[in-house]
């Protein structure tokens, strides 16, 4: 018994250690003003392609906001829970391609890549049409229990 506790830990723990570096909780900053606008979960759907879902709205005022620009099955959704972006490819570990990605604020959906920096702790997303260099960067910030931490205390 304590040998196949042994070996469930094990791999559990070699399944963690070869998880994609873009999995995970990243937050969204706003390109005007640096400001922190939300927190999405990035995961490895059964496909084995990266989706990005909204899991919170950081900016209180846009809470409970629904998609109204979003085209068609995405009009109206409420922008928490929303997966937004999706169908990206891996090309190695940390950088997919080939995806989608919707603005909720315009409704316009992008072609998509993305790349994580190499300390793990940016996400440069990139939203184009046609050819990548016809288009937008954003940097998200992997998101930590310290931030989630400071922004409850801010709540308050």
């Known amino acids: 018994m304590k040998l196949k506790s042994v070996l469930f830990g094990l791999l559990l723990t070699t399944a963690h250690a070869y998880a994609d ?64 972006m999706w169908g990206l490819k891996k090309e190695d570990d940390g950088e997919w391609d080939g995806g989608r990605i919707l603005d909720p604020e315009s409704g316009n959906v992008y072609k998509s890549k993305l790349n994580v920096a190499d300390d793990g702790q940016s996400l440069t997303v990139r939203g184009y049409i046609g050819v990548s260099w016809i288009g937008r960067s954003q940097t998200w910030l992997r998101f930590s229990a310290e931030e989630e931490a400071s922004d409850s205390a801010a709540a308050q």
Do not use: M, Y
Request: net charge negative; glycine share 10%; aromatic share 4%.
């Open 21 to 84: 570096p873009a999995e995970g909780q990243w937050v969204t900053v706003d390109d005007d003003d640096g400001t922190h606008k939300s927190v999405v979960e990035i995961t490895i759907n059964e496909e084995g392609q990266l989706q990005g879902t909204v899991t919170r709205i950081l900016q209180e005022e846009k809470r409970g906001r629904l998609c109204e620009e979003c085209p068609d099955e995405f009009r109206g959704q409420p922008v928490e829970g929303l997966t937004f």
